[in-house]
Structures are given as C-alpha cells and as structure tokens.
C-alpha cells in the first residue's frame, strides 16, 4: 500500500527477527552506504559487486531480506521484481528491493524520493519558497539522459509540476544550445557521472555557459562526492545557489530503510546522518602566511580527530624527490607551483584529511577548486612580526609586507574560517575543532 508520502509499504506477513541487507551494482568501488544503513538501523549491510552473469540469481534467490541496487541493474531489479511501485513501473527501473513476509520481491525507486526530499529543503532554506512555488509550470534543465535523469525528471513532473528538459550529447537538446535556447531555465540539474571523483573536479557546464542562463535560481548535482562538484563551484563563483546530492544519497536510504526495516522513520534523521557524514568525510584544509604554524596546528589537529595528515610540502618532496627550496632554486618557483598543483589534487579529491598548505597556494587559482571541493578551508592569522623567513626562499626574496599584500586578500576570499592564533598550535587546533563542530 501507498503512505500519505507516496511510499510503498508492504505489510504483509511477519518479518524474519535476522535480516541481511545490502547494496548490489558493479562495480561498486568505495560506497557510504554501510556508515548511513547503521545509522538508519538497516544492518549487518554488506557491499554485493556482482558480474552481469552473477546478478539475477542472487536478486532471485539470494539470502537477503532487502536490497539497494545500483548501476548497471536498476532495469534488471524491476524485472524480476513480483510487485512494482508506480514510480517503477513509470521508469521501468528500481533502485530498492525488499521481500515482504510471503516471500515476494517489491520494486521502489527511493530515488524519486531522495530527490524530491533534497530539492523540497534546498528550495525552502536556500530559495525562500516551495518546490510548486516556484518552479511549477517553469522550465528546469536535467542534464543526462539515464537512469539518475529519469528518476529526477519523475520528481519534477510528478511531483513539482515542473516542466523537465532533458539534455544530453545526442539528443534533440544538446550542450551546445543551452545558452541559446534555455535561458528562461529556473533550476539546473545535473544527473551525469561528469564530476565524479576521480576525474574532479570537472563540470559538464563551463562558466561562461552557466553564466548566459540568466533566469536560474539554483543548481543541484546528484553527484556526492566530490562534495562541492565542479558545477557547484562554478555557480557559487557566479553568487547562485548550490548543492551537490550528499542530501539525495542519504534521504533515498532512509526511504529503502523503512521498506527493509518495514516502519516509518523520522525524516529528521536526514539532516542528522548528512552533518555527521560531513564532519567525519569533509577535509580541513589549512592556508595562510609562511610561518603562520599551518603544520604545527595540522598535526595537532589531525590527533584530536584521529585523521591522517597531510603537509603539501612533504607531499611534494616526495613525489619530485627534491624539497620546494631546491626545486625554487634549481627550477624556479613556476616549477615547484605546477608540483603543488598537483599535488593539492591528489589529496584534495580524498576525504577525511587535515591538510596544511604552503604559503602560496593562493596565488594559483585553479588551486581553490581543488581544495574547496572536498575541504572547509581555515585561514591562520598571526602578526607579521612573529612570522620568520629562516629556510623560507620566497619570504627573503620578497618580503613579508609584500607577501602579505598580495596574498590577504586571497586568503580570505578562499576561507570558510578565519582563526586568530591562539598562542599555541595545541590550542589553535581544539579552536578550529570547536568552530567547526568536529569530533
């Protein structure tokens, strides 16, 4: 039966007091859905990677109570479903199975959930209104054209009223005739892989083009992680709002998990299960004057929380072979600039870090993506007097003062948090901990 929520419940029969779940796709690499599963209280959750000729006789006979399915099966978890949402028979996928007390397999596809939840929220904290307000009868652009975009489109329609246009590379509206032809466009979607870590972070949508569709009021992205996606920080570069599908990904398992768990769950527990993830996943990302204590205090912060620990300078000492003193005075700094960059996307795609950054990070602007994109980035102040140059080529070739006024402003453009030193590097770390709510 349907709940007032529109999600199908199955009460039949009494449930097995020992149930497995778990999530089945191929391949699945890292997934987050085990650490959200036990929160939602739907565990032991386990990770199925399965192979095309392995995956229709577990979905049919294997030992599990309920099921999330992910791509390449979501067509396949439909078909061998015995009772199909509405929502499933529309798209003719389903990324949810459970088996209800007589045995049968039921079909729902908690992502026209998980998206109708986050676009509800980023409508009303974010735009001031509802979803039906104000995007009902309008245009919204959904880019992509597979199982992500028809599940979003659903929603749009189904649920908003909203007039969904699909773009993709080969279809009748393409990339090339945003600009020209959607200007009128009042939310962008984004439900391609383009984005997705590792290949982070990209956009599917340059700037210039984001910048022509003038009516826009927001931007979402169903990619999670990255967890600022290139298209995000495109559009908060042009002062739009924007979110990437952390939100979706969490509120489509609560859905799953009251199909598994057979009761209804508080829908709170979204907001709940993301800021935990967010706290325990997102980066702490240091920068600020040469000498400021950057690695003093990422140390010390990185052994309050348990995480690992990363100096981009040792980091590229170790992957050029040379320190960046030797690499400035050998090569010059241009040189040692290009190692850094890479060296701060390597580590700013992953999650979970504490990252002390060199002194002139700033002065390269793809840098700020790269470290923005998984990172809540922390400015260190201290005055200028206590600053030294010892071992410090850049510093004695220019001078703090100058330094300073060419990189000040940069720092604080780039920062969600600016910390006035506390006088020690054990005390700077629990005031970026309490600042920004970590445990």
Known sequence: MDDEKGRTVETTGERPTSVPYGLVGHPLGHSWSPQIHERLGSEPYALHDLGPD???????????????????????????????????????????????????????????????WMLDRFCRTRLGGSPHELLGGRKVLVLGSGGAAAAVRDALEHVVGAQAATISRGGPETYDSLAERHSDAALLVNTTP????????????????????????????????????????AAERLGLPAESGLAMLVAQALYASELFQGRELDDALVDAVERDLLARTRNVVLVGMPGVGKSSCGRELARLLGRPFVDLDDAVT???GRTPAQIISE???????????????TYGSRAGLVIACGGGIVTRAENHDLLRQNGTVVQLERPLGDLS????????????????AERM??????????????????????????????G
């Open 389 to 404: 140059v010892e071992g410090r080529p850049v510093s004695r070739a220019r001078g703090l003062e100058q330094l300073a």
């Open 409 to 438: 402003p940069l720092y604080r453009s780039w920062a969600d948090l600016v910390l006035p030193c506390t006088g020690s590097a054990a005390g700077d770390a629990r005031a970026i901990a309490e600042r920004l709510a970590l």
């Open 194 to 233: 383009v984005g997705m870590y590792p290949a982070c972070p990209a956009s599917p949508v340059p700037v210039e083009t984001l910048s022509a569709l003038t009516s826009l009021l927001g931007v979402l992205d169903v990619i999670y992680n990255p967890l600022r996606t290139g298209l995000c920080l």
């Open 331 to 345: 090569d010059g700094e241009a040189a040692f600039r290009d190692v850094e960059t890479r060296v701060a996307g």
């Open 318 to 320: 170790i992957e050029s």
């Open 54 to 116: 392995e995956v229709e006789a577990f979905l049919r006979g294997g030992a599990w109570q309920g099921l999330n399915v992910t791509i390449p099966y979501k067509r396949l978890a439909a078909e061998v479903a015995d009772v199909r949402s509405p929502a499933v028979v529309r798209l003719g996928a389903a990324n949810t199975l459970v088996r209800d007390g007589d045995g049968r397999i039921v079909a729902e596809n908690t992502d026209v959930l998980g998206f109708s």
